[in-house]
């Protein structure tokens, strides 16, 4: 039995056939919008409609199962929330996410506490620039 199906099992929901599709496809990629879950997913699956797709990724946020990030895009994206805790940085020209760790941010929470007294209970930060490639081929674009 799958972790997933054990995590449904456990709280009274079957694994049906698009719970397990769309669970797999998370499983192999990251940071996924519905759309583009979607897109990965009806060609083998034509039965699963773009509705059934955003159903199954509230359920599965619900359940604690995967995580939505919002990357200021006017839409979510998902990724399983067995993924270790880490935080992103997105480019905006290309859009690629990079991830970086939670002790860079429990670092930063903490001076926050020192400084203000403010306790962090919970924290997301999305930061916003321009990936190392895109960079470069500006740099380029420039000479
Ligand atoms: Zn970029
Ligand atoms: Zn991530």
Redesign the pocket.
């Known amino acids: 039995m799958s972790e997933l199906e054990q995590l449904l099992r456990g709280r009274g929901y079957r694994l049906t056939n698009q719970r397990r599709v769309i669970g797999r496809e998370l499983e192999g990629a990251?940071?996924l919008s519905a759309e583009e879950l979607y897109e990965r997913v009806r060609g083998a699956n034509p039965e699963i409609g773009l509705s059934t797709v955003y159903r199954t990724l509230d359920l599965l946020h619900e359940l604690g199962v995967v995580?939505k990030?919002d990357f200021g895009e006017g839409y979510s994206r998902y990724?399983l929330a067995t993924?270790r805790v880490?935080h992103?940085a997105r480019c905006r020209e290309c859009g690629a996410?990079i991830?970086f760790n939670e002790e860079l941010m429990e670092y930063l929470a903490l001076q926050v506490e020192r400084e203000t007294g403010f306790v962090t209970d919970w924290h997301e930060i999305t930061l916003h620039g321009r990936c190392a490639s895109c960079q470069r081929s500006a740099i380029s674009g420039q000479l």
Request: hydrophobic share 10%.
């Open positions: 990251r940071h995580r990030e990724e993924e880490h992103h996410v991830e």
